[in-house]
């Protein structure tokens, strides 16, 4: 029963208590209103923010997918069909050589070529490795063989990317010769390499052997010049010596026609022992005459001999003046003596002039001996190699570099973007 009642008792109280919490639900409402009107207001958000995020998000996908495709699928599809069946095989030559000469250094056994010891042959082969990267060579190979290098690289059945117009001329050539070629010089082996690729066997093995024809021909070229020059300055002396020589042997002759005197020493020697058999006589008369004089004064033979040594005497002087002027000063008259001193000078000129000529002689011998011992040859140490497989292009390997190298950079680009996007956003 008691608890009957109380059971009523709490019926009796719930609608009251309903009703409390009824006023306490109106009540809150306010409240929390009161309270949000407190706190500081906040800058309304636009209304389509939440809509438009999701479109964004799809467009920049999409961008990164077209993006891709033609950044990285294109290239590659696009490497496939080119080295699979566009690309032409190339075939590759080689062959090594060395310029050599008759004489070598001694620090050359040693494998010190690039030592001043050795450095004519050094030099020699950096002089052959320029010429075979230049222009030069392919019109020394068409003028020397009649092979026109141009053409093995213009042929229908090449591929558009290497092939080239056969009419260019060959300042234009050059730069394609440097790419299809390669040559090096080992400094302390002294061997150079040549390469060169074509677009098969037979032409890039051609084209090699018309390179060492043209580099061997240089070479001789090279030499012959060394050999010219030392030679060149031994024999200008010769020449010079010699036309002095037969100037002085002609002033000679000269002198020899127009005193019609062909020794003077021998004619010197004449004329003076004429001018002592003189002297000779007129000491014999002057003797008779003393001899007469004393025992007969006005004898008629005193007379004669007077007469005779009067000749004799003036014979003297006419043979003294043919000899000398009887004076220490010059004189323009013609005399022994003076004509013994032109000869003299003159004997003298040819005889320096005989001696320099052989001097000059000597040396040319000494230098077509020294130039002989530095001629320089071409050495062929591997001949031109005929290429039993092609070794260009590398289809696969070429392939996968365009395919890395295409994703690398299409990722940076895509980072680029994203980092954009972000600081953007």
């Not at 033609?70 to 095989?89: E, N, Q, R, W």
């Not at 690729?197 to 037979?202: G, H, N, V, Y």
């Not at 005497?313 to 000899?323: G, M, N, P, R, Y």
């Given at each position: 029963m008691e608890s009957t009642r109380n059971m009523d008792v709490g019926m009796e109280d719930f609608p009251k208590i309903e009703a409390e919490e009824s006023k306490k639900a109106v009540v809150k409402p306010a409240k929390a209103k009161k309270a949000t009107a407190d706190l500081p207001k906040r800058k309304a958000e636009p209304e389509f923010e939440f809509s438009t995020k999701p479109a964004s998000r799809r467009k920049f996908r999409s961008g990164s997918i077209i993006s891709f495709f033609?950044?990285?699928?294109?290239?590659?599809?696009?490497?496939?069909?080119?080295?699979?069946?566009?690309?032409?095989?190339q075939y590759r030559s080689e062959t090594l050589f060395s310029v050599r000469g008759t004489t070598t250094s001694p620090l050359a056994a040693l494998g010190m070529l690039s030592l001043p010891g050795a450095a004519a042959q050094s030099g020699d082969s950096y002089v052959v490795t320029e010429y075979i990267r230049s222009q030069q060579i392919v019109a020394d190979i068409l003028e020397q063989t009649g092979l026109d290098v141009r053409r093995k690289f213009a042929g229908h059945e090449i591929d558009w990317l290497y092939r080239i117009d056969r009419d260019n001329p060959i300042t234009k050539f050059v730069e394609y010769w440097r790419w299809m070629s390669?040559?090096?010089?080992?400094?302390?082996?002294?061997?150079?390499?040549?390469?060169?690729?074509?677009?098969?066997?037979?032409d890039a093995q051609q084209i090699a052997k018309a390179v060492l024809k043209a580099s061997d021909k240089l070479v001789n070229t090279l030499s012959e010049n060394a050999k010219q020059q030392v030679i060149a300055s031994a024999a200008e002396e010769v020449r010079r010596t010699e036309e002095r020589l037969n100037e002085a042997r002609q002033a000679v002759e000269g002198l020899r026609n127009k005193e019609q005197i062909i020794d003077v020493t021998g004619t010197a020697q004449i004329e003076q022992s004429l001018l002592g058999e003189l002297q000779k006589q007129e000491l014999e008369l002057k003797a008779r005459r003393s001899s007469i004089a004393k025992m007969a004064a006005n004898s008629p033979i005193v007379k004669d001999l007077d007469s005779r040594i009067?000749?004799?005497?003036?014979?003297?002087?006419?043979?003294?003046?043919?000899?000398?002027?009887?004076?220490?000063?010059?004189?323009?008259?013609?005399?022994?003596?003076?004509l013994a001193t032109e000869f003299q000078q003159l004997l003298a000129a040819q005889e320096f002039a005989e001696k320099a000529f052989i001097a000059a002689q000597s040396a040319l011998e000494t230098a077509t001996q020294e130039a002989r011992?530095?001629?320089?040859?071409l050495a062929v140490v591997v001949e031109p190699t005929l290429a039993d497989y092609s070794m260009y292009p590398k289809r696969f390997a070429n392939i996968i570099m365009v395919l890395f190298g295409s994703f690398v950079i299409w990722l940076l680009a895509y980072l680029l973007a994203m980092s954009i996007r972000d600081h953007t956003r």
């Open positions: 033609l950044m990285v699928i294109m290239p590659f599809l696009t490497s496939v069909v080119y080295y699979t069946g566009i690309a032409s095989d390669a040559v090096e010089f080992n400094s302390t082996t002294g061997v150079i390499t040549f390469k060169v690729d074509a677009f098969s066997a037979e009067a000749v004799i005497q003036d014979q003297i002087e006419a043979q003294k003046s043919k000899v000398g002027t009887g004076t220490t000063t010059a004189s323009n008259a013609k005399n022994i003596s003076s011992k530095q001629e320089r040859y």
